[in-house]
T-cell receptor, first 110, second 116 residues
Framework: DAKTTQPNSMESNEEEPVHLPCNHS???????IHWYRQLPSQGPEYVIH???SNVNNRMASLAIAEDRKSSTLILHRATLRDAAVYYC???????????FGKGITLSVRP | GAGVSQSPRYKVAKRGQDVALRCDPI?????LFWYQQALGQGPEFLTY????????KSGLPSDRFFAERPEGSVSTLKIQRTQQEDSAVYLC??????????????FGDGTRLSIL
């Protein structure tokens, strides 16, 4: 499986936008970029996914670089509830299982 | 609507005992996954079912681990002769379709297993 690289941690202020980066330089043409997050003592929660074009949903936006070697998860207004570990995962057509890394731990200051 | 339900939420067992962990997936979901999450780490894949068929068990760490989904809905992960290194959170996830890379997986909150 192609690998993703994320910073270990990031801090943000409540009600400000947050940009969480992810590098995936060995991404293949069939790999979708998925983001999940995991709040303390809960299972992972799907956030968003995309292939080539930028994507928006009620939770977040996903900005994908033109060469697809990196992407950014954007939380438009961070809340305290957004404090979690965020995982950037590549998922190809032939491989439905998710390969998690360590993710990035987001802290939100009131 | 009902999400993925796992029971028990917490399980404490003595080393050498057998344990059984249950997963109730979202109704109608074809795919079911088990993951193991050690403290401070991301979840790691254990095994995968498409309906009742176990199509991938490459992540099971030893032959002490066994999973089944006999009627294509509820699944049980069994660990025999538990050891301390089996202590972890066991997560179950389900998704609507199989072999489709853009299908999100829906996770339960896991069973936290502690082996004394």
């Amino acid at each position: 499986d192609a690998k993703t690289t994320q910073p270990n941690s990031m801090e943000s202020n409540e009600e400000e936008p947050v940009h969480l980066p992810c590098n995936h330089s060995t991404i293949s043409g069939t790999d979708y970029i998925h983001w999940y997050r995991q709040l303390p003592s809960q299972g992972p929660e799907y956030v968003i996914h995309g292939l080539t074009s930028n994507v928006n949903n009620r939770m977040a936006s996903l900005a994908i670089a033109e060469d697809r070697k990196s992407s950014t998860l954007i939380l438009h207004r961070a809340t305290l509830r957004d404090a979690a570990v965020y995982y950037c995962i590549l998922n190809s057509v032939a491989n439905s299982k998710l390969t998690f890394g360590k993710g990035i731990t987001l802290s939100v200051r009131p | 609507g009902a999400g993925v339900s796992q029971s028990p939420r917490y399980k404490v067992a003595k080393r050498g005992q057998d344990v059984a962990l249950r997963c109730d997936p979202i109704s109608g979901h074809v795919s079911l996954f088990w993951y193991q999450q050690a403290l401070g780490q991301g979840p790691e894949f254990l095994t995968y079912f498409q309906n009742e068929a176990q199509l991938d068990k490459s992540g099971l760490p030893s032959d002490r681990f066994f999973a089944e989904r006999p009627e294509g809905s509820v699944s049980t992960l069994k660990i025999q002769r538990t050891q301390q290194e089996d202590s972890a959170v066991y997560l179950c996830a389900s998704s609507l379709l199989t072999g489709i890379s853009n299908q999100p997986q829906h996770f339960g909150d896991g069973t936290r297993l502690s082996i004394l």
